[in-house]
């Protein structure tokens, strides 16, 4: 046994923090034949990447392998690391001639591993030198899963050789040549590959505003965001700007050498940003220090470490739920609806789920998984799970575990993709190897690990899809026109809420052109948005925000204000973190930075005496239930002046009236050659004491783009394509959206605001749905009181659709079949986004407008308010006249998913300015009790909600 003594004292003497085994798996072969177990663990040391599992099976590797099998010893010992052999044993060393000083390279030269020479080479200052051996490790990983192909590992192994970017070429010729062989090489050179830069078309759209001509700057930007090989940009360019590429001409001097990267020579290059700001915001969510760490290095300095290497270490971590589930949110953001698989047919027809990955390549991907295990093994990141023949041990079962990982269906709490516990331990009970299995590896330990929890809203149940689902033939009650995504991978998918123009064919969505948030992301947000991104200095709390600019790069950004994510908020006794939410008596309540902020609720204790119920009313500050109303310089109509007086308003602050009701413009505040226009808002921001602008000037325009479709209605019940147009005709806006024949005579109604408005038509061009018809007259309902606020004499419509469970909006007096959500914000932080704007209001309809682009689902549309207590308020409403059950549990489902997105600051959501100052949310759902038959709505809501319908579809209202 002298030389598996070797190999034994050579592990235990070794010191590494970090183990790198390369073994060339053709060692593997020197075991012979009536030895499976012996080649079996031979294998897998050329997979392992974790030092305690490699140290574990080289212990135990006698036990499999005896002495007898002298040529496989000596192979495995001339490539372990300290080995005589280190030029097969350690790929660092074909690295160590990039390294700058002498000593650096001497010391990498004689070193058995990189920790070996991290005394002397520094990383800050030999970066050529880890990047190397960084590609190294990653493509000694990823090319021994080629196994004894020769072909496919020579192929695999030219992706990792050069220093420049991958060629698509070189990509392409791999999966050619490896899918069949080995999907987890494919897998893991696509990790690979998508953390290097390969450059995009859109990456050289700065130069077009070179051009001279603003023709060809226009064309310009147009080709390189529709066309994608080299070639049929040249000729798009050549034919548009109208002659040939001259070295001399400034769009030619820039376009042909955006290709290479900024140099002195260079200087108005701009430099790539080797970041991925989306993920970079996940990183704070870390627990532990080291995968905090990693999420830096790897989010601001790609190419120096692998998402693979990551997610070996911390993707099954159950202390990094947060981290792993943010960074998810960021690749696969959750989607609803799932259609067209051919494998996982049983995931087909369900619009009212959330999936992440409902694609053509997750379902090929589910296949190769399962022909991958029907090899007898499931290969982990950290272990591997040897099975039975699963083609007879429970195959569905096991076809549903692998499209149910590749698929990922979300659930609102954690939003993982993770199989339950109970049918995880069933399953590998039933279909576990136990001859093979390693000491400890029992199904409950393995489930404990990979599926730690049954919770329904947590996990995936089998069961649900081991039979097809029962909406098949429902499907059309609820699309999701963006989900495939239609658009170019620089496109972002946009609902299309506001119909075509007349005689043209009309898509369901808009491709929008995005920026990408940085170089290395994938991640896109829509032009012109403003995005809040953590700084390049990695500091914790230290954020910048950005503009989506026409390049289609992130641009004039400006720095925020740090705040101390390390500042707890004392409360009970007890300290709570930065981002923690908990109860304060009956107010859910965030700490930010040391800081708490609650909502702003009248609490009523259960101890209290009737006594003390008797007058409570419970608006603020115990104000009695009067409609007086008053509009406050924030232009929200408050139902008295002792509410607006508890909201903070002084008295100089509020004038009696609805805010609707005064006229913004009969001071004529504009200059002479402008228009005062009423524009009706909610502030949400108080800069120096100023009221909130009511009004806008408006010069008169010379000439507007008539193919801008965003149709409005002007007080003649005239249609016209944009705003621009309304302005230019010097007509008065009347509404938003299609002009209808039923909103050409005023017929008051009241919406949930406070506000009254002359026709459904203007309280919908509010985005403010409709509580009851005529004038508001009534303070409105607490929900959790049930006190006489002058609701009682209102008369409410009929729910839409027959055993709806509704919600009640706060300050309404009718309920309604929609999702809720009540969100607690941040003033200060809506302050700094203000100031960093040119001092220019964050509104709801700012909040309403960015939220809207989160509904996927046309059938289902948005609507909010401030409300009395200052939170946000907003409700996701069916838009069909009358709504099927599948209709409004979808509208539940779009608001629990941005409830679930709120509350985990989920990148995908918050790092849109002003929702970055979202602290918490509160969601209320409307459900059906029983089998639901529609009936007739009242007229006023009928009218609100086939109006909005038709807005969609661009058709006239009948008369």
């Known amino acids: 046994m002298y030389m598996c003594f070797e190999i034994i004292i050579l592990l235990l003497s070794c010191n590494f923090c970090v183990f790198v085994y390369t073994q060339d798996p053709s060692c593997c072969h020197h075991a012979a034949e009536h030895f499976p177990q012996c080649r079996e663990a031979c294998e897998q040391l050329a997979t392992i990447r974790s030092e305690s599992r490699l140290r574990h099976l080289l212990l135990r590797l006698p036990s499999y392998c005896p002495e007898t099998l002298s040529e496989l010893w000596i192979c495995i010992n001339n490539t372990l690391p300290g080995a005589s052999k280190k030029s097969d044993g350690w790929v660092g060393l074909g690295c160590c001639e990039l390294a700058i000083s002498t000593e650096c ?44 192909h020769t072909t496919c590992r020579e192929f695999c192994q030219a992706i990792f050789r050069t220093d420049s970017s991958p060629s698509v070429s070189q990509i392409n010729t791999v999966k050619e040549y490896c899918q069949s062989i080995s999907p987890p090489l494919i897998s893991c050179v696509a990790n690979y590959t998508k953390s290097y830069p390969i450059r995009s078309p859109i990456d050289s759209l700065y130069c077009c505003d070179r051009a001279e001509e603003a023709h060809c700057q226009t064309a310009c930007k147009r080709i390189l965001r529709t066309m994608t090989t080299e070639q049929e940009i040249m000729d798009g360019l050549i034919k548009e700007c109208g002659r040939q590429p001259l070295p001399q001409d400034p769009l030619w001097q820039c376009f042909l050498g955006s290709t290479h990267t900024p140099t002195k020579k260079n200087p108005e290059s701009p430099p790539i940003a080797k970041m991925d700001c989306a993920k970079l915001h996940c990183c704070s969510k870390a627990n532990t220090s080291h995968c905090r760490n990693m999420c830096l290095e790897i989010s601001t300095n ?18 990094e739920m947060d981290l792993i589930t943010c960074l998810a949110d960021v690749r696969e953001p959750c989607q609803l609806g799932c259609k067209d698989l051919t494998y996982c047919t049983n995931f087909n027809n369900r619009p009212t789920e959330l999936f992440r990955s409902c694609n053509v390549q997750s379902d090929q991907g589910a296949m190769n998984d399962f022909k991958l295990w029907s090899n007898g093994t499931i290969k982990m990141p950290f272990m591997n799970i040897p099975v039975l023949d699963i083609s007879k041990c429970q195959p569905e079962m096991w076809k549903a575990v692998a499209c149910a990982l590749q698929i990922k269906p979300c659930y609102s709490k954690s939003r993982g993709s993770v199989i339950c516990r109970s049918d995880c331990v069933d399953i590998l009970t039933q279909c576990g190897d136990r001859k093979r299995s390693l000491d400890g590896q029992t199904p409950e330990r393995i489930c404990d690990l990979l599926s730690p929890t049954d919770d329904p809203e947590r996990c995936i149940p089998l069961k649900t899809y081991l039979t097809p689902s029962p909406f098949a033939n429902l499907i059309e009650e609820v699309i999701h026109p963006c989900n495939p995504n239609p658009c170019p991978s620089n496109h972002l998918c946009e609902v299309n809420r506001k119909g075509c123009h007349p005689g043209q064919d009309c898509l369901p969505y808009f491709c929008v052109p995005g920026c990408k948030l940085g170089e290395a992301s994938e991640f896109l947000v829509p032009m012109d948005a403003r995005i809040q991104v953590p700084t390049r200095n990695r500091q914790m709390g230290c954020y910048e925000v950005c503009t989506c600019g026409q390049s289609g790069r992130l641009e004039n950004c400006a720095e925020m204000p740090c705040f101390d994510t390390t500042k707890t908020c004392l409360f009970g006794g007890q300290r709570k973190s930065h981002g923690m939410s908990f109860q304060v008596d009956c107010n859910p309540c965030s700490c930010f930075a040391g800081e708490t902020i609650c909502f702003s609720r009248q609490c009523l204790g259960s101890d209290s005496s009737d006594e003390d119920r008797r007058p409570f009313t419970g608006l603020p500050c115990g104000c009695a239930d009067q409609f007086v109303p008053v509009c406050a310089h924030n232009g929200r109509t408050y139902p008295s002046a002792c509410v607006a007086r508890c909201a903070g308003f002084r008295d100089n602050q509020l004038v009696f009236g609805s805010c609707r009701s005064i006229d913004p413009c009969s001071l004529n505040p504009c200059q002479r050659n402008q228009r005062c226009i009423p524009k009706p808002q909610v502030c949400l921001t108080d800069l120096l004491d100023t009221p909130c602008p009511l009004y806008e000037c408006v010069t008169r325009p010379s000439v507007c783009d008539q193919n801008q479709l965003d149709p409005v209605c002007d007080t003649d019940n005239m249609e016209h394509a944009n705003l621009c147009m309304l302005y230019l005709r010097s007509k008065t806006l009347a509404y938003m959206g299609h002009c209808q024949d039923a909103c050409k005579k005023p017929r008051q109604v009241c919406g949930h605001n406070g506000e009254t408005y002359s026709t459904v038509c203007e309280a919908f061009s509010d985005r403010v749905a409709v509580d009851y018809q005529g004038c508001c007259h009534a303070v409105g309902t607490i929900p959790e009181f049930t006190s006489d606020s002058g609701c009682n004499a209102v008369p409410c419509p009929p729910l839409s659709t027959e055993g709806c469970n509704p919600v009640t909006p706060p300050g309404a007096c009718c309920p309604v079949c929609a999702g809720m959500l009540q969100i607690l914000w941040n003033k200060a932080q809506m302050n700094i986004f203000a100031k960093l704007n040119r001092n220019q209001p964050v509104t709801v ?23 009395i207590n200052s939170e946000i308020i907003i409700l996701i409403v069916p838009v069909d006249q009358q709504p099927t059950p599948l209709q409004i549990e979808a509208c539940s489902k779009e608001a629990e998913n941005i409830d679930s997105l709120i509350n985990s600051g989920s990148p995908t959501l918050v790092s849109h300015v002003p929702l970055s100052a979202f602290l918490n949310s509160e969601v209320k759902l409307s459900t059906i009790s029983s089998a639901a038959t529609t009936t007739p709505l009242s007229f006023s809501l009928c009218l609100f909600l086939f109006c909005l319908l038709l807005s969609l579809t661009g058709t006239p209202f009948p008369s």
């Open 105 to 148: 390279r001497r010391d990498c030269k004689q070193a058995s591993s990189k920790n070996d020479i991290t005394k002397v080479c520094k990383k800050d200052t030999e970066k050529p030198l880890y990047s190397c051996i960084t590609k190294n490790e990653m493509g000694s990983v990823c090319c021994s899963y080629a196994g004894r």
């Open 302 to 319: 790609w190419g120096t470490q692998t998402w693979q290497e990551f997610d070996q270490l911390c993707e099954y971590s159950p202390v």
């Open 845 to 867: 309809h700012d909040i309403l407008k960015i939220l809207r682009l989160h509904i996927s689902v046309p059938q289902c549309d948005i609507f909010g308010y401030l409300s």
